[in-house]
């Protein structure tokens, strides 16, 4: 979205807004249940739907932040895989289930299973293939470290 065309948008607008922002301030102030975060959430809708904001380049913003957080994470994950794989403990539990804990990565996954669920530092980042190098190298060396029973 062009800055100049909000710009633009604003001086043309900015009675509007502002009334929309006081009775948004207003409403808020006033009405005590949750009724209020509706009225709010109508005002603001309406305001960006009179902007010419539509829903799908709302979507389409929402999901651009949702993949990049998402790549980041998981480079940061295979990142800190490598630098705590000595780090890292093995745990063997029933039926092939496994899991693999370091500081602030954890892996659980089934040894018939090509694929292993990655939380990095308590968020999910999904299901990753084991097919993955630095999984991988990262599975093996936990495997080589201390065996712990599972829990």
Known sequence: MN??????????NWLVIV????????????????????????????????????????KQTVTDV??????TLKKEATSIMLKEASKATYSAGQNGEFTITSP?????GNTKSDK???????ISVGEWK??????RTFVEQ?????TAPAS
Do not use: P
């Not at 936990?142 to 201390?146: G, M, Y």
């Open 19 to 58: 009334v929309a922002l006081i009775i948004l301030f207003l409403v808020l102030n006033v009405v005590k249940t949750m009724l209020k975060w509706a009225i709010a959430i109508i005002i603001i809708a309406a305001l960006l739907i009179y902007s010419g904001i539509s829903i799908e380049q709302i």
């Open 104 to 108: 602030n990565v954890e892996l659980k």
């Open 66 to 71: 949702q993949s990049s957080t998402m790549d």
């Open 116 to 122: 292993v669920d990655v939380t990095f530092r308590g």
């Open 130 to 135: 084991l097919d993955n190098d630095t999984i």
């Open 142 to 146: 936990a495997q080589k470290n201390k």
């Open 3 to 12: 800055i100049e065309v909000i710009k633009e948008f604003v001086m043309q």
